[in-house]
Every structure is written in structure tokens, then in C-alpha cells.
């Protein structure tokens, strides 16, 4: 009996243990064809698989080669080659869930993205949330998975978009343990970006509090990466560059955007360049220390900033420049409530780096390259007062410093300081040709510029310092905008050593639209070029210390001639300035009241010929011409010999005027006649006096009368009318 019940039992347990081996080795070719077979019920999906090998017995699970495809089951969203899980059975029994160890080989993921659409948006759990869920939860008390291991991943990404495809290889992934609910997860990750780029990064989550920390050591990653999404902001064409950096990211991850971000960057071989290929900027190495990044207040906080070997170019066109062509029009629609920016840095500085200067709206092209420019900032705050220091070099040996002292968002309130050394002015000679006409052929200039900027009111001292400047002959087919004499007014304003010193004072309000310092600076230096140019003597004698109100004429008596003390000093002072100047031509133009002269005159000949009366044949001397003016008109002699000429001629009655008398006795042709003798005998005696007793050379010298026509319109005082010319220049009207 009791064999039969063990044959029985033994028979029961056999039966029991081959059904129990034929559901081991039967699960995995059923669930393996169960979910390739409704896979498109269970997720939406096609799913296919090579081998899917289920161990009850040991808690393992392996397949080879998965492939999740796209929901239009022709292109794989996902795959992987080896896949590997092994679950610790017992400790299912206290409803704890623990794999001790998770393999992943060769994983592949394809991410598109469309606007706020995804290609697995479908397969993410969409929950009802009017809905509670009241019934008690079975998951596990505990989740935790150990030895978690990727290797060899692939994942690409595209915003299909902006037609940008970003593809990272070598992903590599390994977790020792993940602990969900309690204790700290740590792993690390290893991908390779593009061709060149690689990423290692350690992640440590506080399973608790949900808080991380991110290091992540980026090397050689090009920026191009993200040029498609910078674009959405900027006109950029160009957009190069390699960045490396050892970063720190602590965050949560229930508040995705609340990170902070501390460690250093650099980067090498960056350009950038607008949509119109203009040059914007470049570097050859930068590299910055962060000390605090905080995407959600705005806290932007750097140890330093420093960049070699970088180039910043402005082009300024006709209607734009190379800076404001790279933004595009701000959207009023969209209202911005970000808090306002908070951005420091301890150490601001960029080296051996140059600025090119190119101005494209005049008819020449300009360019300046300002080479080994260093420039410095020490705790440099947006929101704070600054003190900016530059320096650097102009082609041929110049140097140039420039300081600026104020706040970025106040720039109503300012100082500005320029200084400019030893600069070839022949470097700015397509500006002088398109506002004069001229070309700069030499010379060197210092420019010292001290700007103080008080509620937008400027007030600027400019000392212009220049030496042995030249220009070539003015290209009169240009149309310019100022008609300045500029040969003329340099020679009048070099000194003895060829050097021009002026200062030059502005004053304006920088809000005002018309207000520009380059114009106002350009057309106060055309203004004194052509006030000089006009009134050369007057500007001579300025800067000799003689009165320049005395420069314009020399008063004259219409028939003197010899001259006074007063007038002798008058032309000892223009011939020390033709001394100076001997390219200079002196004219002296005398001017008389042509109708009041010649009255003058004929009363000044009855005098003389009165006067000849009466010396006697034995005591013949030479009558002068103050005693010619000795002659009183009521000298009772002299009114008996003239009423004695008007008789013998009976031209006129003995009853008119003194006046009408004399003029009875001469024709107005010979009136005019002698006059003009008298007056050139005075021009000679004047040349004589200049050449010999003040040693000044013929050909500096014009002393004549005016032309007739000139004489009978002159109404005004007798003057010899002063002038100072430059062979071969060219007037200011020309």
C-alpha cells in the first residue's frame, strides 16, 4: 500500500516537475511571440525580437537584439543589441524589488522633434487627472537596481524644424547602485559627440530630497551644434568653434530650470560672422571660471574672463553696420518678466587682441586695424559703476589709450578719456579726401580727449597736436561737403617747426538727434581751416602776440606821403610775419573816395602852386607837403592869389565857394591823372621802405593801387587794404 501511494506520489511530483520544466522552457518562445503579436495593443508599437531567454529559476531575463519601430513600422525608433536583467527572487517575497544587475549593449535611440512634438509622445502614460485612483497600490516597497551598465549606445537626435541633427556615440553608462526612495544614486556617463567631442559626466541624486550633483568634462565640443538654435535669435552665418570645460550643476529634479552652474570653460579657434558674411568677432583662446550660473534669478557670476588673441571688427555701411545687421527685430508682442540680470566679474581681461575700424560710406574706403589692444576691467558689474582700460597700437608706430568710468545703465553720466600718440594722419586721409577733396600725404598727430558727460551735457576738451602735416593738390571733380583752402590754412598755421597746436571745445547734449562728435569735431577744425585760410594775418598775428584787429588795413590821408609812427609799426609787423612765412605773398591795395580825393587834390595843388608863388628866383626850396597844409583856406594871401586865377580864367563868379573855385581851375581827367601819380609815388616809397630797410624780397611783396572802377565805388576812409597769399593755393570760394 504504501508503495503504491509513493509510485502515486512520485507519479503526481513528475507530473508536476515536467510541467513546470515545460513552462520554464516554453515562457520565453510564448512571451517572445505574445508581445511581437500584440505589441501594437499593448503600446502602439511593432516590436520585434531575435531571442528572448526568461529563466524562472534564477530571475534572469536576456534578449538579443530588440527593435522598436517608429509608429509607421518601417524605421526603428529604438534598439538594442544584448539586453540582461537579473532579479533577486527573494526578496519579491517582502514585495521589494531588487535587480542586481541591469545590461545594456550597443542601445540605439532615434529622438525627432517637431515645434512641442516628440516621435515617442505617444508612448509616454497619459493619466486622467479628474480621476483618483482609491485602490491600494501594489507596487513594491522598495525599488533597487545595481550594477546598471551601458556600453556602446548611439543616440541622434533632430528638430526636423531647423534641420539639425546632433548624433552621440560611445555612449557608455554605469551605475552601482539606484536606489529609489532612499540613499544616494551615483553613476557616470561617457558619450562621444560628432567626430571629436567626447563628454564624461558623475551624477550623485539624493533619493530623498531629489537634489544632484552634475560634474560634467566636456572636451573639444563645437559650438556649430547650436548654431541652428542661436539663429532663432541672431542673423549668423559663421558660427565656429571648440569649448572644453569641467562643470558643476546642482540642482532638484522636481525643479528642472532651479541649477546652479559653477566650474571653468575655454575655448579656442571661435568665429562669428552675420548673415551677410561681415566679420563680427574672433578669438583664438578664451576661457572663463564660473562661480555662480542661476538660469532662474539671472545670476551670472564669474572669478574671470579672458580671451587672447581676439578680433572685433565694425563695418559701418551706408545704412547699417556689420553689429546691428546681426539682430533681428525685436518682438513687442512678447512681454519679457524675467527678473533683471545680476552680471559680475572679478577679472575681466582680453590681450594682444585688435579692432578693425572700416568705414564704407566714404569714396574712398577706410580701414583702421588697432592692433595689441589690452583691455582690462577689474569687478566689472552690469548693474554698477565701471572703470573700463584699454590700450593699443595703430599701424607706423602709433599708440593709443582709452579709459571709461560709468554705469551700463546710466549712460547719461560718464567720463571718457582718448589719447592718441604719434598717429600717421595719412591713415585718415580718406576722410580728409571725402570732406575736402585732399589728400593726406605726411604728418603725425597727438589727439588728447577728456570728455565729462553730466545728465547727457558733454563738456570736452580736445588738444590736437600735429607735425610736418602735407597734402597733395585738391581733386576738384569730387563734390565735397566743406570748400576749405586746406594747403593755405596748414601753412598759415605750422609754426617756425612745422607744428599746428589748437584746442578744440565741445559742448551739446548727447540725447539731442542732431548732436554728433564727429561732426561737431570735423566742422569746428573745417571752421578754424577756413577763418584761417580767410583771415591768415589775423591768425598770424595772434599767435605772434600782435593785435589782429590791425591786420585787416592800415588807415591812410589820402594824399600823405610819408607815413606815421603808428603806421611804420603797422608794416614792420607784416614784414616780421612775411619773415616768418616766406612762401607768403604780402599785398597791400590802397583804397581812396575817388570823387572826395580828387577835391582834396585839386585844393592841395592851388595850395603847392601858391606856395611856388611866392619864392622868390635866388631862394628856390623844395615845398613839402606839411607845408602845403600849413596853408590856412581864410589866409587872406592865399584867397586873393586864387581870386586872381578865377579872374584871369573867368570860369566861375568870384562869389561862389573856396571849393567851386579851385575845382574851376582843373580838368577832372587831370585831376584823376595826377592823383593816381601821387598815390603810386606813395605805393613806390612804401616797396622802398620794405625792401631796404626791412630786408623783404621782391616776390613777397604787391603794393599797388586799385583798379578805377573799384576807386569810384569805395565810399569809405582811405586804407591800404591788407593781404596774404599762398603761391599756387587754392582760394576758399574755389
Not at 481 to 489: D, F, G, H, I, S
Not at 629 to 645: A, E, G, M, P, R
Not at 690 to 711: F, G, H, R, Y
Request: charged share 20%; net charge positive.
Amino acid at each position: 500500500m504504501k508503495s503504491k501511494s509513493f509510485k502515486i506520489l512520485l507519479t503526481i511530483t513528475s507530473a508536476i516537475a515536467i510541467i513546470v520544466l515545460i513552462l520554464a522552457l516554453g515562457i520565453s518562445p510564448v512571451t517572445k511571440n505574445y508581445i511581437e503579436k500584440h505589441s501594437k495593443e499593448l503600446i502602439g508599437r511593432k516590436v520585434q525580437m531575435k531571442g528572448l531567454h526568461i529563466n524562472i529559476f534564477t530571475g534572469t531575463l536576456e534578449l538579443d537584439s530588440i527593435y522598436l519601430y517608429e509608429k509607421n513600422n518601417k524605421d526603428v525608433f529604438a534598439s538594442i543589441d544584448t539586453f540582461f536583467v537579473n532579479i533577486e527572487l527573494t526578496k519579491l517575497l517582502s514585495k521589494n524589488l531588487e535587480i542586481s544587475e541591469l545590461k545594456v549593449v550597443h542601445p540605439y535611440l532615434d529622438v525627432l522633434q517637431k515645434g512641442d512634438v516628440f516621435n515617442f509622445d505617444d508612448l509616454m502614460s497619459k493619466k486622467n487627472s479628474s480621476k483618483k485612483d482609491t485602490a491600494h497600490s501594489s507596487f513594491p516597497k522598495s525599488i533597487v537596481i545595481r550594477n546598471i551598465y551601458f556600453r556602446g549606445g548611439t543616440l541622434v537626435y533632430t528638430d526636423q524644424l531647423l534641420k539639425n541633427t546632433i548624433k552621440m556615440n560611445d555612449l557608455g553608462v554605469s551605475i552601482p547602485e539606484l536606489s529609489f526612495g532612499n540613499g544616494n544614486t551615483k553613476g557616470g556617463v561617457h558619450l562621444k559627440i560628432g567626430d571629436i567631442a567626447t563628454l564624461d559626466s558623475k551624477l550623485e541624486i539624493n533619493m530623498k530630497t531629489d537634489g544632484y550633483k552634475l560634474n560634467i568634462l566636456v572636451k573639444n565640443l563645437a559650438v556649430n551644434i547650436v548654431k541652428p538654435y542661436v539663429q532663432q535669435y541672431y542673423n549668423i552665418n559663421q558660427f565656429e568653434g571648440l569649448v572644453s570645460g569641467n562643470l558643476l550643476i546642482v540642482g532638484n529634479t522636481n525643479h528642472i530650470m532651479d541649477f546652479k552652474l559653477s566650474g571653468t570653460s575655454s575655448a579656442s579657434g571661435f568665429k562669428m560672422t552675420n548673415n551677410k558674411n561681415e566679420p563680427i568677432v574672433s578669438a583664438e583662446t578664451a576661457s572663463v571660471k564660473m562661480n555662480n550660473i542661476s538660469y532662474k534669478t539671472s545670476t551670472y557670476l564669474f572669478d574671470y574672463i579672458h580671451a587672447s588673441n581676439a578680433k572685433l571688427d565694425f563695418i559701418l555701411n551706408p545704412k547699417t553696420n556689420n553689429i546691428s545687421a546681426l539682430f533681428k527685430p525685436e518682438d513687442k508682442s512678447k512681454s519679457s518678466n524675467s527678473a533683471p540680470m545680476t552680471f559680475k566679474v572679478t577679472d575681466l581681461h582680453v590681450d594682444n587682441s585688435q579692432l578693425v575700424y572700416t568705414d564704407n560710406t566714404l569714396n574712398s574706403p577706410f580701414k583702421l586695424p588697432i592692433k595689441r589692444i589690452d583691455f582690462l576691467a577689474k569687478n566689472f558689474d552690469m548693474n554698477g559703476n565701471n572703470d573700463f582700460k584699454i590700450k593699443g597700437s595703430f599701424p607706423e608706430g602709433g599708440t593709443a589709450r582709452f579709459s571709461w568710468k560709468g554705469n551700463m545703465n546710466d549712460f547719461s553720466n560718464q567720463q571718457i578719456m582718448m589719447n592718441l600718440q604719434n598717429m600717421s594722419l595719412k591713415l585718415m586721409s580718406p576722410y580728409c579726401k571725402y570732406y575736402t577733396a585732399y589728400d593726406i600725404t605726411t604728418g603725425n598727430m597727438n589727439f588728447i580727449s577728456k570728455n565729462n558727460i553730466r545728465s547727457n551735457n558733454i563738456t570736452s576738451s580736445n588738444t590736437v597736436d600735429v607735425y610736418k602735416m602735407n597734402v597733395g593738390k585738391k581733386q576738384k571733380q569730387l563734390k565735397v561737403k566743406y570748400n576749405v583752402p586746406l594747403r593755405l590754412a596748414l601753412y598759415i598755421m605750422k609754426d617756425k617747426d612745422d607744428k599746428i597746436n589748437f584746442d578744440l571745445p565741445v559742448k551739446g547734449n548727447v540725447k539731442d538727434p542732431k548732436f554728433s562728435y564727429k561732426k561737431i569735431i570735423f566742422k569746428t577744425i573745417v571752421n578754424l581751416m577756413v577763418k584761417v585760410a580767410l583771415s591768415p594775418l589775423k591768425f598770424l598775428a595772434n599767435s605772434l602776440g600782435m593785435n589782429p584787429d590791425k591786420m585787416e588795413s592800415i588807415a591812410i590821408e589820402p594824399l600823405q606821403s610819408g607815413f606815421t609812427a603808428e603806421q611804420y609799426s603797422q608794416f614792420n609787423n607784416l614784414s616780421t610775419i612775411i619773415k616768418k612765412k616766406p612762401e607768403m605773398v604780402l599785398s597791400l591795395t590802397q583804397y581812396v573816395n575817388l570823387p572826395d580825393a580828387m577835391t582834396e587834390f585839386a585844393l592841395y595843388k592851388t595850395k603847392f602852386s601858391y606856395l611856388n608863388s611866392l619864392q622868390k628866383s635866388e631862394n628856390n626850396t623844395v615845398i613839402s607837403n606839411q607845408d602845403v597844409q600849413s596853408v590856412q583856406n581864410n589866409d587872406k594871401d592865399f584867397v586873393q592869389y586864387l581870386d586872381t586865377l578865377v579872374k584871369h580864367n573867368g570860369m566861375v563868379s568870384l562869389q561862389t565857394t573856396l571849393q567851386e573855385k579851385v575845382n574851376s581851375l582843373y580838368s577832372p581827367d587831370s585831376l584823376q591823372v595826377g592823383l593816381l601819380n601821387k598815390l603810386e609815388k606813395r605805393n613806390s616809397y612804401l616797396k622802398n621802405y620794405l625792401m631796404t630797410s626791412n630786408e623783404i624780397p621782391e616776390k613777397n611783396l604787391v603794393i599797388k593801387t586799385a583798379q578805377i572802377d573799384s576807386l569810384r565805388m569805395y565810399k569809405e576812409n582811405a586804407i591800404y587794404k591788407i593781404g596774404m597769399t599762398l603761391p599756387g593755393a587754392e582760394k576758399p570760394n574755389e
